[in-house]
């Protein structure tokens, strides 16, 4: 009865959530500094904050709301979707956080042995969907060394080649781990080679709004794209977990086997967070945008951190909240980097290999505010100088 062979397989083979080892990580390690999880600083907006306090005692919040979310937040949803994102064809559903918005896609859209394409670096918690839903046949393609952007050759090739045509096709945009955006025509050429197979492409936007060096974000829309979107960045709304999918209204049935999902999963997102994400929702872009400005200086600090290991080895930065760091080929095992910064320097990141690239880190600039980060910053330098200088010294 101690053994594993009483629990389901597709728990037992699912990876174990990095963050889950690196809160470990972090509780053993002597005044760590965290570098490592994907947050942002801010608290949701006051005045939204103030609203919500007033309706714990209204009876309708303690109640269950319609599976697909709120009316008045969904309508307000769709004109963000219209006016922000040009997506003029999609339909709405609510959900507990992006993390459930992909949990929701993947058991609506994949059955068990079906192919899906996901790209290196990629995010672990989608990489970790598939695996727990049975999707084992997971394609990872090579990004560009230069741009860490998706190679749509392979894709392409891909997608041609792969018997049965792979179901589904997944990116994150700007990226999570890697802190890239995907241009504009690169994004168009996957769509377009998904349309050309049958494949459905998800695009989760959590970080539409960290864009940074005059870069602008776009979506785009049609019958096999779905994108999915998250308060938990932008309105600093982490813990109160509300995201949404924007889904094509014109495919027939999507509705209906989405609810069936939403209605065994949370039935519905917790109906004050919802009443949070609209009253956040009417501060506008502006709000989160002049935050994120702020996220500016915090970039440069940890890209002069990183600087030991030299210009190339980093890459990133150009949205999201990451940057993401190449070690020296001396050290393929970077959970044990990972460990040795912690414990040593008192500064922790997380490992590559957890997003299918071994032999980098992904560092976070979202988390602190700019003196803390100063701090972190002045950890990390010292660690990887060290590293370099002299190994990993106990």
């Known amino acids: 009865m101690g053994s594993y062979s009483m629990l389901a397989r597709r728990a037992v083979e699912t990876d174990m959530p990095v963050m889950v080892q690196i809160q470990e990580l972090i509780r053993g390690a002597k005044n760590a500094i965290s570098l490592a999880q994907g947050v942002v600083y801010w608290q949701p907006p006051k005045e939204a904050l103030n609203k919500v306090k007033e309706l714990v005692w209204e009876p309708s919040i303690s109640k269950y709301g319609a599976d697909e979310g709120l009316p008045e937040l969904r309508e307000a949803l769709i004109r963000k979707l219209r006016q922000e994102n040009k ?15 992909f949990v929701n896609l993947v058991l609506t859209l994949c059955d068990a042995g079906d192919s899906v394409v996901m790209f290196a670096p990629y995010y672990f918690n989608s990489y970790m969907s598939f695996q727990m839903t049975g999707v084992t046949n997971i394609l990872v393609g090579p ?10 050759d392979w894709l392409e090739r891909t997608l041609s080649e792969t018997k049965p045509v792979p179901k589904l096709v997944s990116v994150v945009n700007p990226g999570n781990p890697s802190g890239t955006y995907i241009p504009e025509p690169l ?24 864009m940074y060096d005059n870069l602008k974000h776009t979506c785009l829309e049609g019958n096999h794209i779905v994108n999915i979107f998250s308060f938990s960045k932008a309105y600093g709304m982490m813990g109160w977990r509300i995201g949404y999918i924007a889904y094509p209204s014109e495919v027939e049935g999507f509705a209906a086997q989405l609810l069936k999902v939403q209605d065994n999963i949370p039935i519905c997102a917790s109906i004050i967070s919802q009443h949070l994400a609209l009253h956040s929702l009417e501060m506008g872009p502006v709000w989160v945008t002049e935050r994120v400005k702020d996220l500016v200086m915090n970039r440069e600090i940890l890209l002069e951190a990183l600087s030991p290991l030299g210009k190339e080895a980093v890459k990133g930065g150009e949205g999201a909240i990451y940057l993401w760091a190449k070690l020296p080929d001396k050290y393929p095992d970077d959970f044990e980097v990972v460990r040795w910064l912690a414990n040593r320097h008192g500064v922790v990141v997380i490992p590559g290999s957890a997003s299918g690239c071994p032999g980098n880190l992904r ?32």
């Open 87 to 101: 997506l003029n064809k999609s339909s709405v559903m609510v959900t507990a956080g992006a993390n459930q918005a």
């Open 187 to 210: 994004l168009r050429r996957i769509s377009d080679l998904c349309k050309q197979a049958g494949s459905w492409l998800v695009v989760d936007n959590t970080y539409e709004y960290f």
């Open 143 to 152: 990004g560009d060394p230069k741009t860490l952007h998706p190679d749509a």
């Open 363 to 394: 560092i976070s600039f979202g988390g602190l505010v700019e003196d803390d980060c100063k701090a972190a910053a002045e950890r990390l330098k010292r660690g990887l100088e060290e590293l370099i200088r002299d190994g990993m010294v106990q």
